[in-house]
């Protein structure tokens, strides 16, 4: 049961330093890096309230299962000890995913289940480009 929970916290750690990553990336204007940085535990919840939600597709749950898998995984395709691209990999997943995501269930649907800012709703859907 240790082993789950220390593989769940380094996942959620993966997942910041992915979103932060991303966030440098895409760099957002003004104030806007801040604001998207406090996105994780938004998001979070977005993907728990869509996995646990029995009238989404099937596809969409196993999609963010298998995200979660990814990142908790001490495995990646590119070693994390390499500096930059380490992380790019995980970035590269965890955008893919969210952006199938944000299509298949609808931009909509997802803004209706968003308990952040609209501010932070839109950095979300300027990294994902949907």
Do not use: H, N
């Not at 993907?47 to 646990?52: A, F, H, I, Y």
């Not at 952006?99 to 952040?116: M, N, P």
């Amino acid at each position: 049961m240790r082993e789950v929970v220390v593989s769940l916290v380094a996942a959620l750690a993966v997942a910041w330093l992915a979103l932060v990553v991303a966030l440098l990336v895409a760099r957002p204007r003004g104030g806007a890096l801040t604001e998207s940085v406090r996105l994780l535990p938004d998001l979070v919840r977005l993907v728990k309230d869509l996995v646990t939600d029995r009238s989404q597709p099937a596809s969409v749950r196993w999609r963010l299962v298998a995200l979660a898998a990814y990142l908790a995984l001490p495995f990646d395709l590119v070693p994390d000890f390499i500096p930059v691209v380490g992380y790019a990999d995980d970035v590269v997943v965890v955008l893919w995913t969210l952006r199938s995501v944000l299509r298949r269930v609808g931009v909509e649907e997802c803004r209706r289940r968003w308990r952040g800012t609209d501010d932070g709703f839109d950095a979300l859907r300027r990294l994902t480009r949907v």
